[in-house]
């Protein structure tokens, strides 16, 4: 994976010192979008408003080119408080509520969609909205299944939408050097990449819990949160934080962070369009070593440095890790020299990228292709994990050879009428 053209660590300094003047340029002029008319703001549509969607919902709120006209939740008080939060920055009474998903995305006046529900809801309002000629800024991760995900990557390509994956560390200054370092030929050929998951139990359970008395269809609307899930009574538990480590609504802890993480080393790698091949289970924390077809080593697993969801990408030259707390370590030492990034990991750039391209009709940095082969190696991994062996996977055909327990797990049965 070593660049065509080679570079010394002297031109790599001066090429990403001139890289990281012109990201800085781009956040600039990204958070000063010009006053915009009324009738020629990009208008957006906020599906699944809680702790992520609201901050999500805030970073649209910010620029004066956006206009949310509505806001849609199946929890009613998650609902009134985004409408207020959206009347209030508009000093209006205006934002318009819906329960159902359906409803807001028929909306002729609605350009975009805002998508931050669950993860079990993701893909099929992402294809919805696709179908109806929204462009989607979707949270991660992508989908609960390889099928679901393969589906949004195929309805954005066919409906010519602009999709962005909410994997905004596409757009976070630390990380992107990272990755300019290791696309530049300034580590070597690389040979490892690492991807923290998110807590070491990646097991996954299926339990039904007990059932509670469902509420009123305008307080909770029970049937819409489950969408494409098995039917099951209702229990407050489930949307209230039990679903992430549920399999039928989330994949775990692989997903959880290595939507992220599994994704910058993809991007590190420049392998939006694959995936790696073999996935085994190295120990009994579930951590996975997966391999590229060119012999590249993906490892996930827990351990790594520098704050949560940290990478670390490893080459026959150097090295690279960061994460979170804008730490960059590299060796040699002198790569990451005088290089200071600020804290956390902010979602303006990447909204402001996704809103550019709105207007430009150019491709973001989250594709959904790229979306899908990220969480496809996810999947991946969990299915070797639950099966406990090591799974072949061929990227090209979307499959594992001759392996039919494995294939059936790239897909789930879904509920009518919310199938995709």
Not at 358 to 363: D, F
């Amino acid at each position: 994976m070593k660049s065509s053209s080679p570079i010394t660590r002297r031109s790599f300094m001066l090429q990403s010192a001139g890289a990281a003047g012109a990201f800085t340029l781009a956040h600039n002029l990204f958070a000063s979008a010009a006053q915009t008319p009324a009738s020629e703001r990009i208008t957006v549509g906020a599906i699944g408003i809680s702790g992520r969607g609201n901050y999500i919902l805030n970073a649209f709120l910010q620029y004066p080119d956006v206009q949310v006209v509505a806001v849609c939740d199946v929890i009613a008080n998650r609902r009134e408080a985004a409408k207020k939060m959206v009347d209030e920055r508009y000093g209006n009474q205006d934002c318009r509520t819906y329960i159902d998903m359906r409803e807001l995305i028929a909306q002729p006046d609605i350009d975009a969609v805002m998508i931050a529900t669950g993860d079990n809801n993701h893909s099929l309002i992402s294809v919805l909205a696709a179908r109806a000629g929204k462009d989607i800024y979707c949270e991660k991760p992508l989908s609960v299944t390889i099928a679901e995900s393969r589906a949004v990557a195929d309805a954005v390509r066919r409906h010519a939408r602009i999709f962005q994956c909410g994997t905004q560390r596409r757009n976070v200054g630390n990380f992107v050097f990272v990755r300019e370092l290791a696309r530049s030929g300034a580590l070597g050929n690389i040979h490892t990449v690492y991807a923290e998951k998110a807590w070491p139990d990646s097991k996954l359970q299926y339990k039904v819990l007990p059932e509670q008395p469902t509420p009123p269809y305008e307080e909770m609307a029970w049937d819409l949160w489950l969408g494409g899930a098995a039917w099951r009574p209702y229990n407050d538990q489930y949307p209230t934080g039990f679903w992430r480590s549920h399999g039928d609504f989330s994949g775990g802890s692989i997903t959880e962070w290595g939507s992220h993480t599994v994704d910058m080393c993809q991007w590190a790698l420049g392998a939006d369009d694959t995936s790696p091949v073999t996935y085994e289970a190295i120990n009994p924390q579930g951590d996975i070593e997966a391999v590229y077809e060119n012999g590249a080593k993906l490892i996930i697993k827990t351990g790594l440095r520098f704050g949560s969801c940290p990478v670390r990408i490893e080459g026959d030259e150097g090295w690279a890790e960061t994460g979170d707390d804008n730490i960059i370590e590299t060796y040699p030492a002198s790569l990451a020299s005088g290089r200071h990034f600020s804290g956390g990991y902010p979602a303006d750039n990447h909204v402001r990228e996704f809103l550019n391209c709105v207007k430009s009709r150019q491709q973001p940095r989250s594709t959904a292709e790229a979306a899908h082969r990220s969480i496809s190696a996810c999947h991946c991994a969990n299915i070797a994990v639950r099966l406990g062996r090591p799974v072949r996977w061929d990227p090209v055909k979307e499959e594992f050879p001759g392996d039919e327990a494995a294939n059936r797990m790239r897909s789930r049965a879904m509920r009518e009428p919310y199938m995709i």
